[in-house]
């Protein structure tokens, strides 16, 4: 089954650095999320990009979209400590029925 | 509305027992989903409902485990004679019928012991 796969594993940046975490996939979708995760949390949905788009903008976040290497990067400028949580990239495939499918994770870690 | 809520949050189980975990989607949400997440890892698919109807079951082991969406109620997530490998978070999410964004509920952490 298609599964996302995020790099870096990890990340520890100084706050105020931004940080870059990716995403790559395997077969083609409608769209991509990216959620984050809270240490013994539920999921929060961060920011949606559908297969026709290229790049998209939230406050702090900006993804980008490349459907043509079948990859996805998360930027989150100007971190803070708040920021520190595990990222995780969801890919909703053409032939899953809704079905959203997780990555393993990128945990940041924003030092103060 | 009140978001997805799922209980109970902690639930410890002695091996042998059954576990039962519910999952009340947000209001006028028909999709169901359920993930299992085990320490430092990612979101496992599990199960996905509609009222009713179990459309994709793929990613749930073929013994033990069984859910169900009733018409009225809560979404269950039912797992029999619970194992060690149980342990995780399970976490359920809902969708509107067409929606894109799926909603989460804070999880249920079940340990067995």
């Known amino acids: 089954s298609q599964q996302g796969e995020e790099d870096p594993q990890a990340l520890s940046i100084q706050e105020g650095e931004n940080a870059t975490m990716n995403c790559s996939y395997k077969?083609?979708?409608?769209?991509l999320q990216w959620y984050r995760q809270n240490s013994g949390r539920g999921l929060v949905h961060l920011i949606l990009?559908?297969?026709?788009?290229r790049e998209k903008h939230s406050g702090r976040l900006r993804v980008t979209l490349d459907t043509s290497k079948k990859s996805s990067s998360l930027l989150i400028t100007a971190s803070r400590a708040a920021d520190t949580a595990s990222y995780f990239c969801?890919?909703?495939?053409?032939?899953?029925?809704?079905?959203?499918?997780f990555g393993g994770g990128t945990r940041l870690m924003v030092k103060p | 509305n009140a978001g997805v809520m799922q209980n109970p949050r902690h639930l410890v189980r002695r091996r042998g027992q059954e576990a039962r975990l519910r999952c009340s989607p947000m209001?006028?949400?028909?999709?169901v989903y359920w993930y299992r997440q085990l320490p430092e890892e990612g979101l496992k698919f599990m199960v996905y409902?509609?009222?009713?109807?179990?459309?994709?079951e793929s990613g749930m082991p073929k013994e033990r485990f069984s859910a169900e969406f009733p018409k009225e109620g809560p979404s269950i997530l039912r797992i029999q004679q619970v194992v060690r490998g149980d342990s995780a978070a399970y976490f359920c999410?809902?969708?509107?019928?067409?929606?894109?964004?799926?909603?989460f509920g804070q999880g249920t952490r079940l340990t067995v012991v």
């Open positions: 999410a809902s969708k509107p019928f067409g929606g894109t964004e799926a909603f």
């Open positions: 077969t083609s979708i409608n769209n």
């Open positions: 990009i559908r297969s026709n788009e």
């Open positions: 969801a890919t909703d495939a053409n032939n899953a029925g809704n079905m959203l499918t």
């Open positions: 209001k006028g949400h028909s999709h």
């Open positions: 409902l509609q009222k009713e109807n179990i459309i994709d």
